[in-house]
């Protein structure tokens, strides 16, 4: 049943998402058709355990935390990390997340127009709050998911990306 509600929502989730985002009718139906005949997409999608709900939960996370740069919205930042973290503590193949979140983020800096007499300095003080808070809500996210660093929140999770990290090297990384 889960494996059916994530392979079956997901491409909802997505196209709502993008429609939300301004993104037009053929727009849709280019992501409808992507999301339908992706073999990536459709390889980690039917999967009946972790990866299809990683389907869900990545590109979810990554347009709720668009959304919330196009709404200027802390909720849709806040709401884009509790994904983030759940994503996350299922699998740490979602730490994709992070780098995506940073180039989206770098890419709104150098090539905003909204408001050319702002710096970058000054775009950059505003997207590096939105990015943090991001972070730190995945974060808060992961811990509370992940009964086994709730002694020592900080260190413990240091302690896990180091070992994470460490396998890398391998085909170890789940």
Known sequence: ????VCSVLTP???????????????GQVWLFL???FDPIFLEMGSRAHLESFLTLTIPVALML???GHERDSLILYVLSGIVFGLAFATRVNAAVV???ALAYSAIRIFFSHQSK???VLAKGKKE???FLLFCMVGWVVFIVCFPPLWTTPFFGFADFLYQKAS????DNLQ
């Open 12 to 26: 909802l989730f997505l196209l709502m998402l993008a429609g939300r985002l301004g993104l037009s009718r053929i």
């Open 34 to 36: 992507y999301l339908i």
């Open 128 to 130: 590096i709050i939105r």
């Open 167 to 170: 396998l890398v090297g391998g």
């Open 65 to 67: 935390y668009a959304l």
């Open 1 to 4: 049943l889960f494996h059916i």
């Open 98 to 100: 992070l780098p995506s």
């Open 117 to 119: 007499n702002r710096t």
